[in-house]
């Protein structure tokens, strides 16, 4: 079937330019079932396209959803804690950091997912903090806490768990005041003396804990650096034997020296347990034979722990080692730029306050102000 009709062109007369009732009518009604050809010629079956592509673009339209923006969480559940948490872990770089970070995180998890239905924002967090504070935690620990929280926020924020706005809020949030500074605590040198002499010799294990106490108070390395420690770093340098190339806290690389009385220790312990690569301590078993490849923080640990209970140093921990070794240092006249490097601090405040450099309790002013008996 055929219908003959005119197409409206832009120029031409009058005449040309009408469409014929008929026809217009026509192809009107066989609109759905034709299409009009260069000619003007509408043929049936095929379908009139402009109309038929803006009739579907009207049914696409009407059919799709309206579209709304995904607003971030205020309230995060168990899993997006533990998303952001190995975010954060992953973004540090020293062990001893993601240590604590992963404990810090931890207890946060722990006191938040306690309380049902709690927001993360700023007052959850200050309200954290007010917590820290009732069991009576150093300064020092609660903003290390709550720097682990604010870094939390801000992975959490990256990964579109939480908004922006909470994130910067709970930077806001003010830490602990430090009032004073504390003394820290440290051995002096006759106690230093005994207590790395307290090893029995006679044995591996011994001589092994004897290398340990040696390296800790003669070199002041940490706990990591001392598990971490490997053959090749024991070198030669002006004639004089030290730690070359070790890295430590925060990637920061220094080099260590080595006193004699400290090499000929670690010799000691190298010929009896005759290892000669890899890492220089190992664990030693009950039956007094080294095996494994190395040791861990967890072995220092107990060495010292161990050691100090027998002469009497209550609270005496491994980095309290290091904090001896720098005073020693300092009393012995060495500069304090010297022992900065030893230690491999960044800033010298730190190891001012190491050293406790600003009060002198050996020769007090108060000893002697005119009024003793």
Known sequence: MRAKITILTPSGNNEQNRFDEVGWHSAISLRPFGRVTRSGVFRAGIGFRPAALEAAGMSKRAKRKPTTSKRPKSKLGLPDLDHSKAAVL??????ESKRGYRHAIDEFIQWYCSEPRLSFNK???TRYRLFLESRHLAAATINGRLAAVRRLAYEAADAGLLSPELAASIRRVKGAKKLGVRLGNWLTADEARRFWQTPDPATLKGKRDRAILAVLLGCGLRRRELADLEFTHLQQREEHWA?????????????VPVPEWVKAILDEWIHAADVHSGKVFRCVCRAGKCWGDGTTERVVWHVVKLYAAKHGFTGLAPHDLRRSCAK??????????QI??????VSVQT??????CKQRIRGAVNDRIGIEP
């Open 340 to 345: 900065q490097f030893l230690l491999g601090h």
């Open 351 to 356: 190891t001012e306050r190491y050293l406790g």
């Open 90 to 95: 992953d973004s540090l770089r020293s062990p």
């Open 123 to 125: 007052v959850v967090v």
């Open 243 to 255: 730690i070359v190339d070790l890295v430590g806290k925060g990637g920061h690389i220094r080099t």
């Open 328 to 337: 020693l240092c300092h009393s012995a006249g060495g500069e304090l730029e």
